[in-house]
Nanobody, 114 residues
Framework: QVQLVESGGGSVQTGGSLSLSCAVS????????MAWYRQAPGKQRDLVAQISRGGSTNYQTSVEGRFTISRDNTKATLYLQMTSLKPEDTAVYYC????????WGKGTLVTVSS
């Protein structure tokens, strides 16, 4: 059974930082490209950052230079380090394979206040 458990969200002020984690089980994490997605209130879910099984990364333009995606294959865990947060980063953040599969976790809420 595929499980994706996101954690680490919270409320911060503009310019703050947060670190998200995603514990994965039920599939071969080390052989899978992974990604973080986010869904802001009233908007569709968008890709934020992706990481290949070899560690190559790509970012949405709006977060490049501020967010860092990484993975620990020994722990089957995906990370997203977020710095210089802005109010427009407010969203529920999800992890999934890339491209996304049919299973989604509950996500973790990030709220950035001005």
């Amino acid at each position: 059974q595929v499980q994706l458990v996101e954690s680490g969200g919270g409320s911060v002020q503009t310019g703050g930082s947060l670190s998200l984690s995603c514990a994965v089980s039920g599939f071969a994490f080390r052989f899978s490209a992974m990604a973080w997605y986010r869904q802001a209130p009233g908007k569709q879910r968008d890709l934020v950052a992706q990481i290949s099984r070899g560690g190559s990364t790509n970012y949405q333009t709006s977060v490049e230079g501020r967010f860092t995606i990484s993975r620990d294959n020994t722990k089957a865990t995906l990370y997203l380090q977020m710095t210089s947060l802005k109010p427009e980063d407010t969203a529920v953040y999800y992890c999934n394979i890339y491209p996304p599969g049919q299973y989604w976790g509950k996500g973790t809420l990030v709220t950035v206040s001005s």
